[in-house]
């Protein structure tokens, strides 16, 4: 299983961003796909989810600012970004076969290398 994200970059605060995740090697159409972050010193956390129904869980900091779509015909994952913050600020990996954990978080078994993503104020 091979995940490659693209898109990251810098921007101002109030930018957009997107990023994309090609996925291979991996039926991925009805399975959980996702979108984590990690910062400097902090968990890594789920930013958001998409089910192959077409399901999507947002994590609370970027409701209404982030859009995660995929493309199945082409295995793709996509993160839109808008009105980005300074604390959005961090390392984005796409995740394939994301599960729920105890305490409300989540986790994968696939893992991209990550794309840096700098706001700045």
């Known amino acids: 299983v091979q995940l490659v994200e693209s898109g990251g970059g810098s921007v101002q605060a109030g930018g957009s961003l997107r990023l994309s995740c090609i996925v291979s090697?991996?039926?991925?159409?009805?399975?959980?796909m996702a979108w984590f972050r990690q910062a400097p010193g902090k968990e890594r956390e789920a930013v958001a989810n998409i089910w192959g129904n077409g399901a999507t869980y947002y994590a609370d900091s970027v409701k209404g600012r982030f859009s995660i779509n995929r493309d199945n015909a082409n295995n793709t994952v996509n993160l839109r970004m808008n009105n980005l913050k300074p604390e959005d600020t961090a390392m984005y990996y796409c995740a394939a076969e994301c599960r729920r954990r105890p305490g409300d978080t989540w986790d994968a078994n696939y893992w991209g290398q990550g794309t840096q993503v700098t706001v700045s104020s």
């Open positions: 090697g991996y039926t991925y159409s009805s399975g959980c």
